[in-house]
């Protein structure tokens, strides 16, 4: 088969391209010209000229590359597949459905979820948006390339903590830095890793235990988990995104905030903590048990090589398009 991808969000449709042509399938990534990508809401709407005439663009291409399969990502661009006039599946990342009811396009939003053929959502926090919309909407794990994001050994001169989330509000970034501040006078000697970026940046940088990086490219991520013991991602949303997932596939212990362990069906080797304590405790608990640490990381990457490797999720996702051709009458194309 033919794959377009639409975008790529948190390289989801990186991995799925790669997962999909070692299956033996052609795959196109397609990207939008995000004008306005950090704006606010509202102010979004000054370009959605610039907007509508690059979706057009993207309409052309998909028509033009006569596809047999069209994924978009992110729930938005869902309207690029209404434009082509061709059947697609959407796939839903965060933000873009998560408090729907106040964007100012909510409408555009719900009318690219009811026309997908299939609507997927990378995190199961976004069951209830999705749902709401298309209940037939599946849960799609985040495909992990555990190739490239795999266990290496702890270096000697191996660091404390990598902060591996946004210092950003939406990732809990104000009860992380408030951790960070117990753990600093009770152990001034803790070194801190986090990457510049997001609104608290400022907040982390007057830490003495944290050292800022600058935004690093996505190769860097293996060995920089690699050199620490203890990595924090989010701790607000309750579901653990890609970033995450990678660092358990580096079989190191994560600290984050997750919630949704019956979506698995067992049990998830998170350090799940919401609050500054709990933070400071798991942090303190896993540098000063060793034994434990490494428990936990291995663990860790089991779990993703049985619920996230990126082989297994594009067989699921080649799976529904077969399925939809079986279903055809004549199976001359596929329709999504």
Request: aromatic share 6%.
């Amino acid at each position: 088969m033919r794959f377009a991808q639409v975008n790529d969000v948190a390289s989801v449709a990186t991995e799925l391209a790669t997962g999909l042509r070692a299956r033996g399938h052609t795959v196109e990534i397609l990207y939008p010209r995000l004008y306005g990508a950090k704006l606010p809401p509202l102010l979004k709407l000054a370009v959605a000229p610039l907007r509508l005439l690059d979706w057009l663009r993207l309409a052309a291409r998909l028509r033009r590359g006569r596809y047999d399969a069209v994924h978009i990502h992110y729930a938005y661009l869902g309207l690029v597949g209404i434009l082509a006039g061709v059947p697609y599946v959407l796939h839903c990342h965060g933000d873009d459905v998560r408090d729907l009811a106040r964007r100012p396009w909510r409408g555009l939003i719900r009318l690219a979820l009811r026309r997908a053929a299939h609507v997927y959502y990378s995190t199961p926090d976004l069951a209830r948006w999705c749902t709401a919309v298309r209940p037939d909407a599946e849960f799609l794990p985040n495909p992990v390339d555990t190739a490239t994001f795999r266990p290496q050994p702890l270096p000697a001169d191996a660091r404390d903590v990598f902060i591996i989330c946004a210092l950003a509000h939406n990732k809990g970034a104000e009860t992380i830095l408030a951790a960070m501040r117990l753990l600093s006078a009770r152990r001034p000697g803790l070194r801190v890793t986090a990457i510049a970026g997001g609104e608290l940046t400022r907040q982390f940088e007057a830490l003495p235990t944290v050292v800022l990086l600058l935004h690093q490219p996505r190769e860097r991520l293996p060995g920089l988990m690699a050199r620490h013991r203890v990595l924090i991602g989010q701790v607000h949303e309750g579901a653990i995104g890609m970033v995450e997932l990678e660092g358990m596939a580096c079989g190191r212990p994560v600290i984050a905030s997750f919630r949704f362990a019956d979506v698995y069906g067992v049990e998830v080797p998170v350090v799940h903590a919401e609050t500054p304590e709990a933070i400071a405790a798991a942090v303190e608990q896993l540098l000063d048990d060793r034994a434990l640490a490494e428990a936990v990381g291995a663990a860790s990457r089991r779990w993703v090589e049985e619920h996230h490797d990126a082989a297994r999720i594009a067989e699921r996702v080649e799976a529904w398009h077969r399925a939809r051709i079986d279903r055809r009458p004549g199976r001359g194309s596929v329709e999504a």
